[in-house]
């Protein structure tokens, strides 16, 4: 696309030389804020590390040992050129790269700038750093888990009753025709409910929980309701990879807004799938109350739907089928189906 802007006929080479179109004028001051922006190690060393996360200023500070007034320039300057862009969160502010793109030559430029960085390794020291931050959510996450286990349906009933997500996802389940050895895994079962789902449509259910409190939860669900053929596991989803686990479908209902690095999932999922495996996601589209942070435990306050579909591109997963499904609260679910290849 930028040769055929810039282009000129061997006619008017002499012409254009000195006087230059407008149309190439203007291409070409377009492109200068770009390539000035980029042109300092830091700034690419930023936005290698915001290839699937999201930080805030301080968290991008102590990622990079550096002094607030340093860190809010560069991020202005990579603002202001389309490097990067806001996303609130209630009072705070963080940093992602773009994720809605179109064809304009300023898109294809910044596509090819990413793709070149995100072939470099992120260092050591940096990825420590990137560790301690998601580490830090995670116990935030936790910590309101441990407090409210025992109040958790009531809390997460404030923002959407089970069956309005529960019953769609069921749904594009049905849709599949899986073998009749086929597993599945449940990401955040909370107290279980969807377990019965899950056990009688697959012959293994994993069902994996970052907090013991709701693990056990889960679990006195499974033995009151019979469900045999279920195993528990305590820990990220990373715990699953580092077992070997590989199911048929994984499921993650209401929970995407509650883990500290959310594009990592999609990562960690496509990895746990068989081919022509899914996954599927339920969770709230992105929207402004704030209040849910402190009452539900949520880290984020939901997402915009290119955002799961660029996390699953990323990971090499194909978009299925989706559903939006608005509430009256205000609130609006997103039921999504990406599949593996």
């Given amino acids: 696309m930028l040769n055929n802007l ?3 006929s061997p006619e008017t080479a002499n012409n254009t030389t000195e006087h230059p179109s407008p149309a190439v004028t203007q291409c070409l001051s377009s492109l200068a804020p770009v390539l000035k922006a980029s042109g300092d190690p830091l700034r690419l060393e930023i936005l290698r590390v915001l290839q699937r996360d999201t930080f805030g200023v301080m968290e991008l500070c102590n990622i990079f040992d550096s002094r607030q007034s340093g860190m809010s320039h560069h991020l202005k300057v990579l603002h202001k050129a389309g490097l990067v862009e806001t996303q609130r969160e209630g009072n705070s502010i963080f940093y992602r790269r773009p994720i809605k793109q179109d064809d304009g030559i300023n898109d294809e430029l910044i596509h090819s700038l990413f793709a070149i960085i995100d072939q470099t390794e992120i260092s050591p020291t940096t990825a420590e750093s990137i560790n301690l931050i998601k580490e830090q959510r995670a116990e935030q996450s936790q910590a309101f888990f441990s407090r409210y286990a025992d109040k958790f349906k009531e809390q997460q009933e404030l923002i959407a009753l089970f069956e309005q997500y529960a019953v769609p996802v069921v749904d594009l389940i049905n849709a599949h025709d899986f073998a009749d050895n086929a597993s599945a895994m449940e990401i955040g079962p909370g107290e279980g409910a969807f377990l019965n789902e899950l056990s009688t449509r697959f012959n293994k259910v994993y069902a994996l929980d970052n907090s013991e409190g709701m693990l056990n939860k889960a679990k006195a669900h499974a033995s009151e309701h019979n469900l045999t053929n279920i195993e528990f596991l305590l820990g990220e989803s990373g715990k699953a990879r580092q077992e070997n686990i590989t199911v048929d479908a994984i499921v993650l209902n209401m929970v995407l807004h509650h883990i ?6 999609f990562t960690d999922c496509a990895k746990l799938l068989n081919d022509d495996g899914i996954m599927l996601v339920s969770d709230l589209s992105h929207h402004d109350q704030n209040w849910v942070k402190e009452n539900c435990g949520d880290l984020w306050l939901g997402f ?6 660029l996390w699953a591109k990323n990971a090499g997963l194909e978009e299925g089928e989706s559903l939006y499904i608005g509430l009256r609260n205000g609130f609006q679910i997103q039921v999504r189906e990406f599949i593996k290849r």
Avoid: A
Avoid at 304 to 309: G, V
């Fill in 6 to 8: 810039i282009s000129i």
């Fill in 260 to 265: 500290p690095s959310p594009g990592d999932i």
């Fill in 304 to 309: 915009e739907s290119e955002e799961l579909s």
